[in-house]
């Protein structure tokens, strides 16, 4: 069994840390949090979540602008994601006349760093 | 818990009862005002913040007592437990009416109007399908007709979403049977007009057809006038409202026979092979008596 070394376990711990600070917002801007709020509110119950009573399920959408393209196969770029979130796509609704053009800048905003 | 387990939790709660020899379900209390019941047997409460649980809104919240649905009268003020199951079951229980001086001002579509019974005749009302024809739920006749209200921007997976789902899933599945293919039809209707134009619901309804326009020879997706809407969703018990660009709404489903009148209601508790089978049974049953068959088919 490998055991960890004093300086290892220092390392883990700040790893551990880190992550956990990143999980409850800390390191995010003030947009990338609003973002993380929009997000939990109005789309991580379809792209979180697993819903059996779906047509089609969601894609998740951690690390969306990893990929060139998006799960739609449109360019993976921040014109596209706010045309998708405000149009929507497919059987995603629309978000058009519910979401502030700013409250969009910042969901964009935030699933950049969503990890 | 956050808002968005809360909108999970219905997904579960349509296809399991609670049995009661589960984990404790968490208690949370609720206080608000009655805005309507529907004739399913939901109560639409406009509550306030549920501190620990989710943000004041709108929502319809089913209750264990039925004795509660004789009581309680819009424009009651309320408290009561909402109980949260693990298994995604939710409820009202223990509901106490605190005050009940807003009956009096209260503007309920459901006082107002007549919710149809079982047996009785379907308003005839003139819609406005995905390609904007006119057309009434009288040009089914001869066709047993299941039939929903939805809105195209709804984003809460266990409500529009999972209806247009299992819709869509009752509809290929039907296709396999051309006989009871022909003597049936699904009808969905927007409670949204103002957004859900012919075109808006004809691309919602080619999402859910795989994109084959065929479809909408059995599924229609329509709208119509705000008035006409409020009269057919009051006839039919669905209750929603309109705040802040969102539509709180409970969830309805009708079955209609070939001769327009209301053979079953369900809200919440229905899979789709239940609705399935009720359509095909209604039209197989209807096909067989003389009546029936005579009946014109204008679709």
């Known amino acids: 069994m490998r055991r960890c070394s004093g300086g290892a376990c220092l390392l883990c711990a700040a790893s551990v840390l880190l992550a956990a600070c990143s999980q409850m917002g800390f390191g995010l801007s003030g947009a990338e949090l609003h973002g993380a709020q929009l997000f939990d509110l109005h789309c991580a119950d ?8 779906l047509k089609k399920q969601p894609p998740k959408l951690k690390g969306l602008f990893r990929s060139k393209l998006l799960p739609s196969g449109s360019p993976a770029t921040d014109q596209q994601v706010r045309k998708t979130i405000i149009e929507g796509f497919g059987t995603m609704p629309a978000f058009d006349q519910r979401l502030r053009d700013q409250d969009v800048d910042d969901l964009v905003k935030y699933l950049h760093v969503l990890k | 818990m956050s808002l968005r387990m809360l909108l999970g939790l219905t997904v579960v709660s349509a296809a399991i009862t609670t049995t009661g020899c589960g984990p404790k379900p968490e208690q949370y209390s609720l206080k608000g005002q009655v805005l309507d019941i529907s004739a399913s047997g939901q109560i639409i409460v406009k509550h306030d913040d549920i501190p620990g649980f989710m943000p004041a809104m709108t ?99 266990t409500f529009c979403p999972r209806l247009s789902s ?85 969830m309805d489903i009708v079955l209609l026979t070939p001769e327009g009148s209301v053979a079953k209601y369900w809200s919440t508790d229905w899979t789709a092979g239940e609705l399935e089978d009720a359509l095909r049974q209604q039209a197989r049953s209807a096909a067989s008596t003389p009546s029936a068959a005579a009946g014109g088919m204008k679709r």
Not at chain 2, 127 to 142: A, E, P, V
Request: aromatic content about 10%.
């Open chain 1, 46 to 53: 379809c792209h979180d979540e697993t819903n059996p009573d």
């Open chain 2, 59 to 157: 929502m319809p919240y089913k209750v264990r007592d039925p004795g509660v649905l004789q009581e309680v009268q819009p424009g009651d003020l309320i408290a009561a437990a909402l109980m949260v199951a693990k298994n995604g079951n939710y409820w009202l229980e223990d509901v106490r009416i605190t005050d009940q001086s807003g009956r009096k001002t209260a503007k309920s579509a459901a006082m107002a109007t007549h919710v149809l019974k079982i047996g009785d005749k379907a308003p005839d009302l003139p819609l406005i399908n995905q390609d904007g024809k006119t057309f009434r739920l009288s040009d089914f006749k001869g066709k047993a007709l299941l039939t929903t209200f939805v809105y195209t921007r709804c984003p809460m997976p």
């Open chain 2, 166 to 250: 299992q819709f869509a899933k009752i509809h290929e599945h039907l296709a396999k049977t051309p006989d009871d293919y022909n003597k049936t039809h699904l009808l969905t209707i927007s409670f949204d007009p103002k957004y859900d134009t012919p075109a808006v619901l004809r691309r919602y309804g080619l999402a859910y057809l795989d994109n084959d326009a065929t479809g909408f020879s059995h599924w229609d997706f329509a709208t119509t006038n705000p008035t006409e809407l409020r009269a057919l969703a009051d006839a039919f018990g669905l209750a929603y409202f309109e705040e802040d660009n969102q539509i709180s709404h409970s």
